[in-house]
């Protein structure tokens, strides 16, 4: 079993709104992604984490605030966003983060809308 | 940095012929080439992948191409169904700060038409 789990599937937030993305994997997988994909484009890397520290922050905005409370759980905690950060946000999975275990199994994403 | 170029943007194909989607990199430690299909609504799903130690691998009607000299690689789908319809992403792991990242192209939309 490869699945990756996202919850909401959609979310609507204002932009004093306070909200958060989760993300659930039970493959024993222990680097865990965040990514964001506007309509159109590739996804693009937010946020690793190996083993639950946070290995890799691709200069994220501090509106995103990750978070990685056990091995099987990652979340993502959004403040004050702004209009154009409403896009899909997509949360992957690999076996580990080094070479011959980085095929990544993606979620089916959360879209976000910010008013 | 690594970039990965990816031709062509849209491929468009009646049912039963076969497409081809071709990636370029640029990094040449560059060593895992997986492939995603992506559907409206969903997120990505792999299809293939293919390391640096082998030049081709196949899996029913998709194969995939690499030749690491050129730094390219290549999606083939024989015998198109409409299915098969979706947006496609290669992607081109690079290490960095110890840790792989994966870098992606900018995508295939293949229609395929009964």
């Known amino acids: 079993d490869t699945e990756v789990t996202q919850t909401p599937k959609h979310l609507v937030m204002g932009m004093t709104n306070k909200k958060s993305l989760k993300c659930e994997q039970h493959?024993?997988?222990?680097?865990m992604y965040w990514y964001k994909q506007k309509a159109k484009k590739p996804p693009e890397l937010m946020f690793v984490?190996?083993?639950?520290?946070?290995?890799i922050n691709e200069s994220v905005p501090s509106r995103f605030s990750p978070e990685c409370p056990n091995s099987s759980l990652l979340n993502l905690h959004l403040h004050a966003l702004q209009p154009e950060d409403s896009a899909l946000y997509l949360c992957?999975?690999?076996?580990?983060?080094?070479?011959?275990?980085?095929?990544?199994?993606f979620g089916p994403g959360t879209r976000l809308l910010v008013l | 940095g690594e970039n990965v170029e990816q031709h062509p943007s849209t491929l468009s194909v009646q049912e039963g012929d076969s497409a081809v989607i071709k990636c370029t990199y640029s990094d040449s430690a560059s060593n895992y080439f997986p492939w995603y299909k992506q559907e409206l609504g969903k997120g990505p799903q792999l299809i293939i992948d293919i390391r640096s130690n082998v030049g081709e691998k196949k899996d029913q009607r998709i194969a995939v191409t690499l030749n690491k000299t050129a730094k390219h690689f290549s999606l083939h789908i024989t015998e198109t169904q409409p299915e098969d319809s979706a947006v496609y992403f290669c992607?081109?792991?690079?290490?960095?700060?110890?840790?792989?990242?994966?870098?992606f192209g900018a995508g295939t939309r293949l229609a395929v038409h009964p």
């Open positions: 992607a081109a792991s690079i290490r960095s700060g110890g840790y792989n990242k994966l870098i």
């Open positions: 493959m024993g997988h222990r680097a």
């Open positions: 992957a999975s690999s076996e580990g983060p080094g070479m011959s275990k980085e095929t990544q199994y």
């Open positions: 984490y190996s083993y639950e520290k946070l290995s």
